[in-house]
């Protein structure tokens, strides 16, 4: 793990004004007591992120231009996608086993991106990223019922089992006894589903099915550095990005 210096700096882009993916990178370095600046917090952070996303730019020898923040620059390297960067930090920031254990880890993290990231935004993206989402209302209604009543209890319960698993070997987080930066990622997801459809979602911590979750939940949220965090400036303010609360959409009934 290394120890913050002004030599290895983290610098973030990503957009301002909304948690998003780059959330899930502020986590990690937020987590790790790293060093890091944001442009979400920085004058001029959105002609930043513009311009490492910019259509003139064609990559040199150092790397492929990035598609899409977020995007990590750490010394010379740029790199960008979420679990791209959460792969390159979690070694540096001591948030992941060695060996083997960084691609089990990797595949929790892709598990939760994929069921409570990215199918959150196709609720009310459910036709095209191109249209408002008061045009494709009916489809979001249709799709965010399939998701409320079929989608988000199947990876909760794929999360439910491997923390049970866990919990029966007196290991309390994803991967055993070691906090990864999946435990992290697993948070954020929940908490942005939370806020998205904060009755349907109720209902099902209520249940009691998908105890080992919400528990896990709220362990991560009251770890010092993230419970700091949370209440601090620093932490984005849910907008018009992945995690939207429609009412009309919150109805798994």
């Known amino acids: 793990m290394q120890t913050p210096t002004e030599d290895n700096n983290y610098h973030l882009i990503y957009w301002p004004g909304t948690p998003g993916r780059g959330e899930f990178i502020r986590l990690a370095l937020e987590e790790a007591g790293a060093r890091y600046t944001d442009t979400a917090h920085e004058e001029g952070g959105l002609q930043v992120v513009r311009s490492h996303i910019d259509k003139?730019?064609?990559?040199?020898?150092?790397?492929?231009?990035?598609?899409?923040?977020p995007i990590l620059k750490h010394g010379d390297l740029v790199i960008s996608q979420t679990a791209n960067i959460l792969l390159y930090l979690g070694p540096r920031l001591g948030l992941v086993p060695t060996g083997d254990a960084v691609y089990h880890v990797n595949a929790l993290t892709l598990t939760a991106l994929d069921g409570l990231s990215d199918e959150v935004h196709e609720c009310h993206h459910p036709i095209a990223m191109e249209l408002y989402y008061e045009d494709q209302m009916e489809e979001s209604k249709r799709r965010s019922k399939c998701y409320l009543q079929n989608r988000l209890p199947k990876f909760l319960s794929y999360f439910e089992r491997v923390l049970e698993s866990q919990k029966a070997l007196d290991q309390p987080w994803l991967y055993g006894m070691a906090f990864t930066y999946a435990?992290?990622?697993l948070f954020q997801c929940i908490d942005g589903v939370k806020f998205a459809f904060p009755q349907a979602v109720g209902k099902l911590e209520k249940s009691a099915q998908y105890m080992n979750v919400f528990t896990h939940y709220e362990a991560v949220k009251n770890r010092p550095r993230i419970k700091q965090y949370l209440s601090s400036d620093r932490r984005q303010v849910y907008s018009m990005d992945i995690w939207r609360h429609y009412p009309e959409l919150d109805n798994a009934e």
């Open 183 to 185: 435990d992290l990622v």
């Open 56 to 69: 003139t730019l064609m990559g040199d020898r150092s790397g492929p231009p990035p598609y899409a923040p």
